[in-house]
């Protein structure tokens, strides 16, 4: 194709009204087109293919926005970076004034992905986020997603809130249960919420909602009311380390009984847990990422206890700094052996090893490589983003050192609905 034939392009955007910085497109998309930072989540121009991958995973549909706009007048990353709003249609006047002879007529997108930075001599690059799956087991319920969207949020009573790792700990995470009054508010473990702190940030704009995953199974937290439960950590810090304190997190965790919350949601639609018999679950995650794991663990608990649950194995694999820092570490003991496998990773205990949850994974190779080996497996990642590389890492080798292909285990966990990735 003729560079000099395309004059004008559909122009990919983020609404930046709407989008909950969730991170999943930046995730999805093969070529690297999306990028961030505190603000907003933008799209280059001159890499996106218009390949479409990230448009279902979007739990918003703030990333299905597209403006026709002449190539040399393309907005950049820089300008999309200040926006508060999307930028209306150019109108045919103004097309015509940047000599597009005929709105519509030579619509394309820019034809190719802009290449990557290639990798060092001999380095293979390894992309986890190319494992994780955007299709939901098949067994799985059906979610229900954006009931209420960015705009139309519904609002909660705080039932609960308590601090979940041992008290005096300065990361301490809190256990929040919001109830939805008669609300209806369909939830599945693996789905989140997010919640719209009150005020304005330092440019006098409302404040965008943060996203926290759901605690409790799809029944509520406590069974039969329509309430939720989340595991909020208090942001003290950022990820550099610096002395930070975080608008949401802050907010949640001093929330009192009875104080009224904006909530929008559910989001998610793939990482959600199968409901077939015999299907295994593994759960390898970090700090706040166990919420997701409790919700799973909670419903499986729950059927067992009424004689419902038919087989099929729980790993978990969870890692934290200190053991009274981990959420949830005093109601995990009570579960039973021969219902859950847990495998804890500390990697700030004084005069121990640091222990990381891929380091667990190494040990339980074994037990692993069986799971791999096992079609009706499901694995299930959640925490800080530097985990992710280092646990799919981690997969890729115990499947390797027992002889499997990992592209081909890779590749069928991804294309089945068996590997989901949310890490932040
Ligand atoms: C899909 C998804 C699920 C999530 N689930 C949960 C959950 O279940 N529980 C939970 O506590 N959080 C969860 N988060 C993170 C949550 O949405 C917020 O990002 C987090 O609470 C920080 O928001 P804040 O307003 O307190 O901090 P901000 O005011 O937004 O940020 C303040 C500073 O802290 C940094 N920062 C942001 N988040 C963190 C963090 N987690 N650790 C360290 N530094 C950080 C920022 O880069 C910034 O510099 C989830 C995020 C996503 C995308
Ligand atoms: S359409 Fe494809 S290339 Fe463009 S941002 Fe989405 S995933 Fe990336
Ligand atoms: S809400 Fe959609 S556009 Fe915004 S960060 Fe998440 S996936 Fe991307």
Redesign the pocket.
Known sequence: MDMAEINVIKQHLIDPEICI????CEATCPVNAITHD?RNYVVRADVCNGCMACISPCPTGSIDNWRTMPVARAYSIEEQLTWDELPAELSPEQLEAEGVATPGETLMQVPSAAPQPPAEPGEVAFNSAQYGATVPPWSAAHAYTNLFPPKSPTTATVVGNFNCTEAGYENQ?HHIVLDLGSMPFPVLEGQ?I?II?PGVDANGKPHFA????I?SPRNGERPGYNNIS????R?L???QGNP?R?????YVCDLKVGDKVQVIGPFGSSFLMPNHPKSHIVMICTG??S?PMRAMTEWRRRLRKSGKFEGGKLMLFFGARTQQELPYFGPLQTLPKDFIDINFAFSRTQGQPRRYVQDMMRERAADLVELLRDGQSHFYVCG?KSMEEGVVLALRDVATEAGLDWDTVGQSLKREGRLHL?T?
């Open positions: 910085r969730c991170n999943t505190d995470t989140s997010a702190p943060r996203q926290y995953s605690a989340l595991t909020v950590k942001v810090e950022d990820h930070v975080g608008v949401c997190s802050n706040t990422g919420a800080l949310e932040y």
